[in-house]
Nanobody, 127 residues
Framework: QVHLVESGGGLVQAGGSLRLSCVAS????????MGWFRQAPGKEREFVAG????????FYADSVKGRFTISRDNAKNTVYLQVSRVKPEDSAVYYC????????????????????WGQGTQVTVSS
């Protein structure tokens, strides 16, 4: 099982950009579909973006479509979330997650489909 560590969060002005990274330990990263979720205070954890195990298929929440981009580098055991044109409502703790998948093109969207989670990285957007 992989262990996930996120980084790249911080304070950003509305309209700005950040790149979040999630590095996975272990040799089975390629077996995991990966995703990013976020949770704001008082709200449930919500799906942000997901990417398949190996063919690059992606899916985004409507609230971030066109502004956020998920990508992965299997050689570096890393998944990224490029966060652009941020809004105050994007402020949250962002979590990286991995789910074992038998399918190269499947994108996981539901928290219960994911097997491992990172500790989270805070993104705060100032208006």
């Amino acid at each position: 099982q992989v262990h996930l560590v996120e980084s790249g969060g911080g304070l950003v002005q509305a309209g700005g950009s950040l790149r979040l990274s999630c590095v996975a330990s272990g040799r089975t990263f390629r077996s995991y579909a990966m995703g990013w979720f976020r949770q704001a205070p008082g709200k449930e954890r919500e799906f942000v973006a997901g990417i398949s195990r190996s063919d690059g298929s992606t899916f985004y929440a409507d609230s971030v479509k066109g502004r956020f981009t998920i990508s992965r580098d299997n050689a570096k055991n890393t998944v990224y979330l490029q966060v652009s044109r941020v809004k105050p409502e994007d402020s949250a703790v962002y979590y990286c997650a991995g789910g074992l998948s038998a399918y190269q093109s499947r994108v996981l969207r539901i928290p219960t489909e994911y097997d491992v989670w990172g500790q989270g990285t805070q993104v705060t957007v100032s208006s």
